[in-house]
């Protein structure tokens, strides 16, 4: 939804449009959870970004707790956090050994192309899905890169 400035909105509204597909980090905005992780702890956001600059203001006014869905906002604010651990055991990876940035991109796809596995034949549970090292890539053979398991 977008408006031009006006006396309710001074500034005009603007909202993303991939609204309802916005990442969980987003969805969750500005909740955490707290140390037990049962509940979402809302915190203050400052006014402005950067220097108190009117470009980089932030929210219009402090958020409550009927501004957030309950239900909606724990599941996102739990994804986040499962997500955030996952991309920092990816970034571990990489930065073992860490190629050019070219083969990045090709990185990821493996990574993330690997994330599902299949029942062992042997075993009744499922295959654990952790990230492993396979090989070390090098400038000659991009296309050997670590996987998910």
């Known amino acids: 939804m977008e408006c031009l400035p006006d006396e309710e909105y001074p500034k005009g509204l ?3 449009s991939i609204y309802g597909d ?3 980090t987003c969805r969750s905005f500005p909740a955490k959870l707290n140390d037990s992780n049962e ?3 809302l915190y203050e956001i400052p006014s402005n970004g950067r220097d ?3 470009a980089y203001d932030l929210c219009p006014r402090q958020w409550s707790a009927s501004d957030l869905e309950p239900n909606d ?3 996102s604010l739990v994804i986040a956090q499962y997500e955030m651990t996952f991309f920092k055991k990816i970034a571990a990876i990489w930065n073992q050994d ?5 083969n990045f991109p090709e990185f990821i796809d493996i990574i993330y192309s690997n994330r ?3 029942e062992s034949k042997n075993h009744s549970e499922p295959i654990p899905h952790e990230i492993e090292e396979k090989e070390p890539h ?5 296309g050997k890169f670590r996987k998910a398991a």
Request: net charge negative; proline share 11%.
């Open 73 to 75: 906002t724990i599941q």
């Open 98 to 102: 860490p190629g050019e940035w070219n």
């Open 14 to 16: 603007g909202r993303c």
């Open 52 to 54: 108190g600059e009117p």
């Open 39 to 41: 509940l979402a702890i």
């Open 138 to 142: 090098t400038d000659q053979d991009s």
């Open 116 to 118: 599902i596995s299949s």
């Open 22 to 24: 916005r990442p969980h």
